[in-house]
């Protein structure tokens, strides 16, 4: 209940401009219940980021590998779940707070935690991707980290710039990530597995 109340004020009027005290109210708790739970506001935050990222891992729809779409779409499908998933956790408002916080106090315990997120999902990219042969322009297999680690970085300045436009919808997001997936994909992945993708257990 505390979460949930803090969340709807977050979104309702920015994090700097609700107090612990009304959050408190809302939830029909006492002040100190919450100060005692979390510390402060940052502490809340974390709580909200971290319990979404886990919930958004579980219930990942796109964890089971695909040969029946070309890659870029499988590209797409990871990404655009992971962006609509973190929406899930808290609204654009609340996400612009949490990399300005983090990008002004980089040593704080909420940067950490907000680092250990993206690492988190990195991870789950990773794993995914994995599950593919990746087959280059050369013939060789690609390292799933570092093609999952190159993807995700234009995946972040994207959704980076999905936050920050109040009015952008979900679609535009997907297209915007089309627009600059698909020349990476043309540029490292052979046409063949582009088309048709392999898992890696097909080699």
């Not at 505390?2 to 009027?13: G, N, P, R, S």
């Not at 979390?38 to 958004?56: H, P, Q, S, V």
């Not at 929406?87 to 940067?111: D, L, Q, V």
């Not at 436009?165 to 490292?188: K, N, V, Y």
């Amino acid at each position: 209940m505390i979460l949930a109340q803090a969340k709807a004020f977050f979104a309702e009027k920015g994090v700097d401009a609700v107090t612990m005290a009304e959050i408190a109210e809302a939830a029909g708790v006492s002040t100190p219940t919450v100060f005692n739970y979390f510390g402060n506001k940052d502490g809340i935050l974390i709580a909200l980021i971290t319990e979404g990222t886990r919930k958004a891992r579980d219930n990942s729809k796109v964890l089971r590998p695909r040969t029946d779409v070309d890659f870029v779409s499988t590209l797409l499908a990871i990404f655009i779940d992971i962006s609509v998933e973190t929406m899930a956790i808290a609204s654009k408002r609340i996400w612009r707070y949490a990399h300005a916080a983090s990008t002004r106090h980089p040593t704080t315990e909420f940067a950490k935690t907000f680092q250990e997120v993206d690492n988190a999902l990195l991870d789950l990219t990773t794993g995914i991707l994995s599950q593919y042969s990746l087959r280059l322009h050369d013939g060789t297999q690609g390292e799933a980290r570092h093609i999952a680690h190159l993807f995700f970085d234009v995946w972040l300045n994207t959704f980076q710039d999905f936050i920050r436009s109040p009015d952008m919808t979900i679609e535009t997001h997907g297209e915007q990530l089309r627009a600059r997936f698909a020349p990476l994909c043309w540029m490292i992945f052979a046409p063949d597995f582009l088309a048709a993708p392999t898992l890696a257990s097909a080699r």
